[in-house]
């Protein structure tokens, strides 16, 4: 089918002048006439009654027309959308937090990008430790993730974002609870609750590399896979953690948060993605997210 022969015919059938219809296309009448010959002869039948005064649609013609209407607005819009596509206006998009992220993060998150990305549906997949977003990456399950490093996928681009303090959640009525700032060796012979190893948390290593060098034995007692069991935990008496500052958005009844003591301990926050990923949607989304945090 040659669109160009569909546009020729909806004007003449809305001009009901070959005229004034070549002047619409800008273009000269004969080639316009002989356009629509071709078509008629094409499909094998007529859609004009000409004569020399005036040109009427026959009952063929005025069916072709609804039908050729509706086949220009659809290109046309395929045109649009297409061009938005490519400009990065609209798309899916599914993010991947680790579990501070999910709290501190998420609810700016999705209200920053709605703003600056209304075309784009984004989705969101929280408390997910860093191998399992890695994994998640490469299959694409989720397009982007908000995590902690380090990442050895060399597959990966990884872009950072911001460094958090760590600070000590234990139980409000814990004596660690009436100290300004909490130092390693104050935990020494306290129980702990931690990012699971066998997941292998980033937390996990992180925590027992302070204690490691604090010269202080952990007292691990409970491993959990999500940070708001984690707290939920210690809100419930079972123990204390070293978490994130963005853990304290979580805010439960029974916790309370102090910093780590002098010197302050951080760790990274960075967004990722699969490197091969080029589409221009979620490159818009990469520079908003950096923006946003």
Do not use: W
């Not at 399992?132 to 380090?150: E, K, V, Y």
């Amino acid at each position: 089918m040659d669109l160009r022969h569909l546009r020729y015919f909806v004007a003449v059938a809305e001009e009901l002048h070959f005229g004034r219809a070549a002047e619409r296309l800008n273009m000269a009448q004969p080639p316009l006439s002989q356009a629509i010959r071709q078509l008629e002869g094409d499909l094998g039948v007529e859609l004009l009654h000409r004569t020399t005064r005036r040109v009427e649609l026959t009952d063929a013609g005025r069916g072709y027309l609804v039908r050729a209407r509706k086949i220009l607005g659809e290109v046309a819009e395929a045109a649009h959308e297409a061009r938005r596509v490519a400009a990065g206006a609209v798309g899916h998009l599914a993010i991947g937090c680790v579990g501070s992220a999910t709290y501190s993060l998420l609810p700016a998150l999705s209200r920053g990008l709605s703003l600056e990305l209304p075309g784009v549906d984004f989705s969101f997949r929280g408390e997910m430790l860093v191998p399992d977003q890695t994994a998640a990456l490469r299959t694409g399950a989720i397009d982007l993730a908000l995590l902690r490093p380090p990442i050895a996928d060399l597959s990966l681009t990884v872009l950072p974002l911001r460094r958090d303090r760590l600070v000590v959640a234990v139980p409000a009525d814990h004596p660690l609870a009436a100290l300004r700032d909490v130092r390693i060796t104050d935990m020494s012979g306290v129980d702990l609750i931690v990012h699971s190893a066998d997941r292998r948390s980033v937390m996990y290593d992180v925590v027992l590399g302070l204690f490691r060098d604090a010269g202080v034995e952990p007292r691990i007692r409970h491993e959990v896979g999500e940070t708001s069991t984690l707290i939920t935990l210690v809100a419930g008496g079972l123990g204390a953690a070293v978490v994130p500052e963005p853990v304290t958005a979580l805010a439960l009844d029974g916790v309370a948060f102090r910093p780590l003591a002098r010197p302050a301990v951080h760790v990274d926050l960075a967004l990722a993605h699969r490197t091969d990923r080029a589409e221009r949607h979620l490159a818009r989304a990469v520079s908003a997210i950096r923006r946003i945090v």
